[in-house]
């Protein structure tokens, strides 16, 4: 990698970092997330690839879900992408697996990516109505709708 990083071929890294992270035991989530925010930070900064470096924070938020700075870079390289839509997804394709906070967090933040980025009232509207039928004292939930 030093030798395509001194010559700049910048292009031949994420492929490269691929090949490791494709090495790397499945249970070594620490290296596993090290090498995706590589690639994400490659995409973005070298490649100027918003795209390939919002794939590769999705493929870590789904390893590392509750990170928080997995999620900072998701909601990030999201905001960067245009990827509002396709974030929105990865939260909600979490919720079967969420614990009941979180699974309102994902929800709150479904709706409010729904409102405010996606101009879609009727998805921010059933995330909010979701909340409160899974906790009927929300009162942010209830105060929105």
């Known amino acids: 990698m030093p030798i395509y990083e001194r010559e700049e071929k910048w292009s031949r890294l994420p492929a490269l970092h691929e090949v490791l992270f494709a090495a790397l035991p499945s249970d070594d989530a620490a ?3 090290a ?8 995409s973005q900064e070298k490649l100027a690839d918003e795209e390939g470096a919002f794939a590769a924070a999705v493929r870590a938020y789904r ?5 928080a700075d997995v999620r900072a870079r998701l909601e990030s390289t999201a905001a960067r992408a245009g990827a509002w839509d396709r974030l929105a997804n990865a939260y909600m394709a979490r919720l079967t697996e969420a614990e009941h906070d979180e699974r309102v967090a994902l929800r709150r933040r479904v709706a409010a990516i729904a409102g405010e980025n996606l101009g879609d009232v009727e998805r921010a509207v059933a995330q909010l109505r979701d909340i409160v ?3 009927p004292g929300d009162i942010e939930a209830i105060e929105s709708l």
């Open 31 to 33: 290296g596993r997330l």
């Open 35 to 42: 090498i995706l925010a590589e690639i994400g930070r490659l």
């Open 63 to 67: 390893l590392a879900p509750t990170d």
């Open 133 to 135: 039928t899974e906790d």
